[in-house]
């Protein structure tokens, strides 16, 4: 409105107008994008503190986490060639398929240093996909829960009903290749007691499978796929049940089988009864047999450790790189001649 | 507004006429004038009062609406006989519908729209797939949960728009219209929408029209109505409407009861908002009617106590319903570029489910023979007895499912969140821009407007800039400035500063005081002369001077209440401002024009109220260039009045006149011209009664004419515009915008190239030039303005030639001009005019102008017609990758908006044709830096992280799960969940990135304003480009390494199971990817924090809730590994170790080669901005000082 001379009145008039109904955009600090905030920036400091942070951090923790795999004991043996007899070397299926011959092998572990009670036994399996895509799936939980469910039997093909139709519990190819290799242990022919109890989640015991379904049915088709199941015990009792349930996430895993509740002493021998029932002959499987203690990281595992001893010193490394470099190469942040127009003013 | 390019050119000669290449089509405009030609039959004289000047594509449409209506094609209307009009209830009643759903039709006819977004077929495709049982993948409900979710939030948002339309239909529709009730005659109320076709209304002051009416009757005794046509057209001006004098004797109403004889043909509804054709029959005689007889829905009466009419076209028939379209679609360069790398990623897809599918293939082979037994695999079904095949039919078909599966498992490697976020980030920025008090214009009380909401970031990426000049450049307020009297100039009121207490110039009449409503600074000296009585030749001359300027035009005054009761405003409608310019200089120098009726003008002559007959009036056209009107005035006399553009002017004048004062005219009209005004001529002539009886009756004649009326016409215009007597010149400013040479040089230094285009003549466009600073004295101008394509050729020659020898100077000028950074050494400018363009463009002369104009700095392109604009555009958009920008404000601007690839239309005092066409609308030209530097900038920053950052979450995850694939005999098992997977991009990740798409801010306002060349780092795609976008997918792909396989080395041999292991990675790499954005956050803002934190929050609320749930194999997994020391050592090694390269790498380019954007941010935050922008300003003024 940049009218020479304008008339006053009209003016006035107008602004009165303009105030009715005015468009202006309420001012507020969110609408302007004014909002204080908080500005980071990879200052010097910053990169070199963040890194020399990392390190100290993280090379006591994979100090700490080396100790502690150090610290576990663990006994690993391979049965699954060695169980088979010399003249059934050649057709291992065959053997193991067989309902005639004997499966017993037995063998003598030594302990190679003290090992606390709990001692853990677990059976660790090769090369069996248990993440299967076809595999994992095939199981019913509505039917593993409760009783009223007992005829779901969806995803469970092909062991889902016997050949008269009536439903198999538990249903499916995880429940139906339940292992059933067994172990016993002896020292100096004293039976060792195996603590078989609790080595399921108590979640799963409580939630996922009932106390009042009962198995039925079960391993009885033309193809056994690994153990049976007592018919009287529920199946919130079966542990071995539940723990097999619980799939492995990657085709090399252990499960637990039980719990040795004594101490071990170094250089004990310790003979072991296995009946090597589970075929896993028919797909270059492999089974092992593993005593171990535990420790706050699991297992006897040195990989987390060394990665935290590498990136510890790897940042360490960098914080001293970073200083190395900021000091050769010194430049004040924000400093306007660093700007391409005033570096070359020419090409401006 | 029907988009076919139609304009009005204004009056005057000098600015935005259509410059007419080709003979202008012979058939006539004036069929609307035969009947007030009758009204005003008492007169003796046809009655010009109403005038408007057409452009030559409107003047073609209505000769061709000229032709006779076919009585099958058109609609019969019986006046005051709805149900005679429309037996068969054919016609819509008078209710509107903008919404476009009804709550039945909404699901289908918006699952339809959405649906034509490709990718969403993609994505429907993907989950019909995985409803086949052999492709499941995921449940039923999760697999369509993505698609669900996008679907619903674009549906929502539709709905709601659809509903707020829904809501002001309904108001629309319930608006009360008077109707006549053909047994009472009274008028009565009614409903809008319950309106029809045939229903006679009646219509108060500054009441909106309920539909399109033909006019009955109004309260002037002429017939005459006045309209405002602001909802339609945008032109605030009034525009004049009739009523037919058969009707206007007897109003329907009480006094004469309808009689079913009034029947009207009108032609069948359309869109063109300028054209109505169609005839009446009354009492047996034939009238035909026009455009000026109807009065269309949307306009609101004014002026006119009340009108009377009969509604031809109701509800969605109406022009302006028919009119109403969308905003045009365009598509943001990013996001092209976009999907660029979708296609990109989509290969990736294509590769990595081969690789499975390849492996899968390759696995079976090898285990063929394992896997009859194998537990987990049981080819063999031996359920009922038979030995046959469990689910398994071969190597081919395995491998095939395989692809398709991991397809369905890989599907996030496409973004389908991305779409929707870019969508919210897009409302988010509008919402910003729209709020933003920089670019609210208080003049017009208008803020800034988001047409188009999908290219927003292509505002950070403009390269050129072309530019209308008037009302965008310039206010478009005309200002008179000088006259020049029979050569001698008058500027006093320019020169004087001081307010001249005498300016105005006040009537008394009664008690009533009458001034105009804009007085203009006076030069003393002419104002003596002026108050002489004309003694001498000088006084004499000057009084014709400004009677002509107060008659010869088609200004129609208006007396406007103040609050002074006393006090009365006489406000000049016109509809060109240089018109009304002219009229209130007039004014302001004692010739006020009062009062205009039809026939006559009453005009108060320093304080003697004259009443002049206009007798005819010959309007404008591009042919002639000036218009002209004969009038008789008080003492009997008969004269004509012209004024045109000099050269138009100067070939008519008398041959024995004095030379030098028609030199001195002419050096005064160069004067002014360089100066930047506008400039008028203005001569008369006075009549003899025989001269005058002749032109009568050829003017009669002609107007009569039913054939080549308008030919005839302007053939009768020439005959009688000769021999004038030149009584001087007016200089008119044209006033640049506020801002506007800071406004270029501060686009100049953001590397942004402006061009001018105008249809302003060559002398005006570069001073106008020179006075927003676009052209320089240090610029080298080269002027191209042939007729012919020969000197054309030569002309480019030489600049090229020219260009070249300076190329031997500098190194490379053409490169630099190319990328933008121009040389300084040798600036040049290009100005070329439409003549020349018409014999460049799309000939082979283009590729030399395309050379020549880019080398220069500034390009100006002086009278060139809409369509040349847009070539003009178009020359850039074809043959280079840049972005371009067109702003203007007039209906010749529109096709040039329309043709860039961002349009913005100036909401000003040219009608809205071109902030309809446009993308963005503001009020104002100066805005246009806050715009592009501001949140141009940010919006396409923000744009383009969130792409690279959208494409690089997914990818983290795709890659994650195709490791894990990797150890599952590649049969895609997911061990996240698969309600994880799904609940990924649109929940776990989604809010973070749109709150920074919306409010992340690289750079202060303040520091992009100071520092204009940061801007350049849009133009060179510097946020998003094939580099990054590698470097992205790169560090994806450490991360996802990171993520998976710390945790599958430290759980490998455990006891660690498939959901447990699964509900590790998902919280990892959901934090991974949060923190990776956190380190990129420009500014953390409260919002910031509770979006990125609360998300990492909600996905662990949402993977515990899943791990409640009994069904899920997962029950309870969650609690158990977070019990466990290994699952956080996990936890934070993955997170450094994902994170390490990418902070490195960032803390090493910011330090080592930080970019300008690096170091403007450290400025800001060390507050070394003020101390540079004082050293700024100090070599600007020095710069200035040279």
Redesign the interface.
């Known amino acids: 409105m940049n009218v020479p001379t304008a008339d006053p009145a009209l003016e006035a008039d107008a602004a009165v107008e303009r105030k009715k109904k005015s468009k202006k955009p309420k001012y507020s600090r969110f609408t302007q994008q004014e909002l204080p905030a908080c500005k980071p920036l990879l200052t010097p400091t910053i990169v070199i503190s963040t890194f020399a942070l990392i390190g100290i951090l993280f090379i006591p923790i994979g100090l700490a986490s080396l100790s502690a795999s150090e610290n576990v004991v663990e006994i690993v043996y391979r049965y699954d060639t060695e169980c088979i007899p010399q003249q059934s070397q050649d057709d291992k299926v065959a053997f193991i398929q067989s309902s005639a011959t004997d499966k017993t092998c037995r063998t003598t572990l030594t302990v190679p240093k003290n090992m606390k009670a709990p001692v853990h036994i677990y059976y660790e399996l090769y090369n069996f996909y248990q993440n299967h895509r076809r595999y994992v799936k095939n199981r019913n939980d509505k039917q593993l829960r409760s009783k009223e469910y007992e005829l779901e039997t969806t995803n469970c093909a092909p062991e889902a009903t016997t050949v008269d139709g009536s439903p198999i519990v538990p249903c499916g190819l995880i429940a139906w290749s339940l292992f059933n290799d067994t172990y016993s242990f002896a020292i100096q022919n004293k039976a060792i007691e195996v603590n078989k109890k609790n080595i399921a989640w108590q979640s799963d015991k409580d939630e996922k499978f009932g106390s009042d379904v009962y198995p039925k049915n079960f391993q009885q088709g033309g193809l056994i796929g690994g153990a049976k199941l007592n018919e009287s015990i529920p199946l919130s009792e079966q542990e071995d049940l539940i723990v097999w349930m619980r799939t492995a996430a990657l085709p090399q895993f252990r499960k637990l089988y039980g719990r040795i509740e004594t101490d071990l002493v170094a250089n004990e021998q310790i003979s072991v009864t296995i009946q090597n029932n589970y075929n896993t002959y028919s797909f270059e499987g492999e089974k092992k047999l593993v005593l171990s203690t535990t420790s706050w990281i699991g297992g006897k595992n040195d990989f987390l450790g060394v990665a935290y001893l590498t990136v510890g010193s790897l940042c360490l490394f960098l914080a001293l790189a970073f200083i190395v470099l900021y000091l050769l190469k010194p430049r004040t942040l924000g400093d306007p001649s660093y700007l391409s127009w005033n570096r070359n003013p020419d090409r401006h | 507004m029907a988009g076919d390019g139609l304009t009005i050119s204004r009056e005057e000669e000098e600015e935005e006429e259509e410059r007419s290449l080709a003979p202008l089509p012979s058939s006539g405009r004036h069929h609307r004038r035969k009947s007030s030609a009758s009204a005003a039959s008492r007169d003796g004289f046809p009655n010009p009062a109403h005038v408007r000047h057409l452009s030559r594509t409107e003047t073609e449409r209505l000769a061709s609406s000229q032709r006779e209506l076919a009585d099958s094609n058109s609609r019969i209307v019986f006046i005051g006989d709805p149900g005679g009009s429309d037996p068969r209830f054919e016609t819509p009643r008078n209710s509107i519908r903008t919404a476009k759903y009804s709550p039945i039709t909404f699901l289908p006819r918006n699952l339809f729209e959405q649906f034509r977004r490709l990718s969403y077929i993609y994505f429907l495709a993907i989950v019909i797939l995985n409803q086949l049982p052999q492709l499941a993948v995921f449940g039923r409900g999760a697999s369509a949960l993505p698609l669900a979710f996008v679907l619903l939030v674009t549906a929502v948002k539709d709905a709601y728009e659809d509903w707020r339309r829904h809501r002001s239909d309904r108001i629309e529709n319930n608006r009360a219209a008077s109707v006549l009730d053909p047994q009472s005659g009274r008028f009565l109320s009614k409903r809008w929408k319950e309106v029809r076709v045939g229903e006679v209304l009646k219509v108060l002051a500054n009441e909106s029209i309920p539909c399109d009416m033909v006019l009955l009757a109004t309260s002037d005794p002429t017939g005459v109505a006045y309209i405002q046509t602001i909802n339609l057209d945008g032109e605030s001006n009034l525009k004049t409407r009739y009523a037919k004098q058969e009707t206007m004797s007897r109003p329907p109403g009480e006094d004469h009861p309808v009689d079913s004889a009034g029947v009207i043909r009108c032609e069948q509804p359309n869109r063109n908002i300028y054209g109505f054709l169609g005839n009446m029959e009354v009492d047996g005689k034939r009238v035909s009617l026009g455009p000026a007889n109807i009065i269309l829905r949307g306009c609101e009466l004014k002026n006119t106590a009340w009108v009377i009419g009969v509604a031809v076209y109701t509800g969605s028939e109406t022009k302006v319903m028919l009119n109403s379209s969308g905003a045009p679609s365009k598509r943001s360069r990013l996001e092209t570029r976009m999907n660029r790398e979708t296609l990109l990623l989509s290969a990736i897809l294509i590769a990595l489910c081969s690789v499975v599918a390849i492996c899968n293939g390759i696995w079976l082979g090898n ?1 063929s023979d ?9 080819k ?6 038979d030995d046959k095949k ?2 398994y039919s071969g190597i081919g078909t395995q491998v095939f499912f395989a692809f398709l599966m991991s397809v369905i498992v890989f599907q996030i490697m496409i973004p389908i969140s991305l779409y929707i976020s870019m969508e919210l980030v897009r409302l988010g920025q509008a ?2 821009m ?4 920089n670019l ?1 214009d ?2 017009s ?3 800034f407007q988001c047409r188009a909401l999908n290219i927003n970031e292509d505002l950070g990426q403009i390269k050129y800039v072309f530019s209308d000049k008037t009302g965008t450049l310039t ?1 478009n ?1 005309m ?1 008179f400035q000088c006259a020049s009297i029979r050569g001698v100039d008058y500027s006093g009121g320019r020169v004087s500063s001081r ?1 001249n207490g005498e ?2 110039y006040i009537l008394a009449a009664g008690k009533q005081i009458l ?1 105009p ?5 006076t030069d003393p000296e002419l104002v003596r002369l002026l108050k002489n009585k004309g003694d001498t030749e000088q006084g004499k001359r000057a009084r014709e001077f400004f009677l002509a300027l107060a008659c010869c035009n088609t200004i129609v005054p208006l007396v406007v209440d ?3 009761p006393k ?1 009365k ?1 006489i406000d000049y409608q016109g509809e060109s401002p240089d018109e009304q310019a002219l009229a209130y200089a007039a004014a302001s120098y004692g010739f006020v024009l009062i009062e205009r009726t039809s026939g006559h003008i009453i005009i108060d002559v320093l304080g003697n109220r004259q009443r002049y007959d206009v007798l005819g009036l010959h309007e404008f056209d591009s042919d002639r260039k000036r218009m002209s009107v004969i009038v008789c005035g008080p003492d009997k006399t008969i004269n004509l009045f012209v004024k045109g553009a000099d050269n138009s002017m100067f070939g008519i004048i008398q041959n024995k006149v004095d030379l030098s004062m028609i030199d001195a005219t002419k050096a005064n009209l160069h004067a002014y011209s360089s100066l930047g005004l506008r400039t008028l001529v203005v001569g008369m002539r006075e009549l003899s009664r025989k001269e005058f009886e002749e032109w009568q009756s050829a003017y009669e004649n002609a107007n009569t004419s039913l054939m080549g009326r308008g030919k005839l016409l302007r053939a009768v215009a020439s005959n009688v515009e000769r021999e004038l007597h030149i009584l001087g010149a007016s200089g008119i400013e044209d ?1 640049l915008q506020e801002g506007v040479p800071e406004a270029i040089e501060s686009m100049r230094q953001a590397g942004i190239k402006v061009w001018v285009l105008t249809g302003d003549k060559q002398e005006t466009a570069i001073s106008i030039g020179f006075s927003c600073k676009l052209l320089t004295e240090a610029m080298t101008q080269i002027v191209i303005n042939c007729n012919s394509e020969e000197s054309c050729r030569n002309k480019l020659q030489d600049a090229v030639a020219m260009y070249r020898k300076f190329a031997v100077i500098s190194p490379d000028p053409f490169e ?1 001009a190319l990328t933008g ?1 121009g ?3 040798v600036s040049m400018a290009l100005i070329i005019d439409g003549i020349s363009l018409v014999y460049i463009l799309k000939t082979k002369l283009e590729e030399e102008l395309f050379k020549v104009a880019t080398a220069c700095d500034v390009v100006l392109c002086c009278r060139v017609a809409p369509l040349q604009k847009a070539g003009i555009v178009s020359l850039i958009k074809s043959r280079t990758d840049d972005m371009t920008l067109a702003i203007g404000d007039g209906a010749n601007d529109v096709s040039m908006i329309q043709t860039a690839d961002v349009g913005i239309g100036i909401s000003g005092q040219e009608g809205r044709q071109a902030v309809m066409a446009s993308d963005f609308a503001m009020g104002q030209f100066r805005f246009l830096v806050p715009l592009l530097l501001v949140h141009g900038h940010w919006n396409y920053q923000r744009m383009a992280y969130m792409i690279l950052y959208n494409f690089y979450r997914n990818a983290v995850f795709v890659f994650i799960l195709f490791w894990y694939v990797l ?3 590649y ?3 997911t ?1 996240i969940t698969e309600w994880s997977t799904v609940l990924y991009s649109i929940v776990y990740t989604a809010l973070p990135t749109i709150v920074v798409g919306v ?1 992340d ?1 690289d750079l202060s ?1 303040k520091t992009l304003m100071k ?1 204009p ?1 940061l801007y350049r780092s849009g133009q060179r795609d510097e946020r998003y480009n094939l580099k990054l976008f590698t470097l992205t997918m790169m560090d994806a792909v450490w991360q996802s390494v990171a993520t998976f396989y ?1 945790p ?11 959901s ?3 509900d590790l990675w998902i919280l990892a790499v959901v934090i991974l990817v949060n923190i990776h954005l956190a380190t990129d ?7 910031t924090h509770v979006a990125v934190w609360g998300c990492i929050g909600a996905t662990l609320i949402c993977v515990i809730i899943i791990d409640c749930i ?4 997962g ?2 997994a969650i ?2 590994i977070m019990g ?3 699952f956080w ?2 936890l ?2 993955v997170i ?2 994902g994170m ?1 390269p990418h ?2 790498v ?3 380019k ?3 080669m ?1 970019s ?1 954007i690096q ?8 507050r ?1 901005i003020n101390a ?1 922008t004082m ?1 700024i300003q100090m070599n600007r003024f020095s710069m200035l000082q040279l």
């Open positions: 285990h394992d896997l009859e037994l194998a537990q987990f695999f049981r063999r079904d031996y359920s009922d007895g469990y689910n919402y910003f729209v709020r933003d008090a609210y208080e003049s009380n208008s803020r206010e307020k200002e307010d300016a105005h001034k409503k804009m007085s203009v600074k103040t609050s002074d006090q405003l006033k630099n950074t040389s300084t050494k150890y599952t005999a049969t895609l098992t061990a409010l801010k306002r520092y060349q710390i599958y080395l430290a759980y490998r041999q455990s006891t660690v199971d498939v447990s292991l699964g956050v420009f500014r953390w803002y409260w919002i009994w069904t899920l194999p029950y309870w609690f158990k466990t020391g290994l050592l996990c934070l090694g450094v170790a390490l902070f490195s960032k803390a090493l910011e330090y080592l930080p300008d170091i403007a941010r450290e400025m800001d935050k060390f070394r540079a050293e």
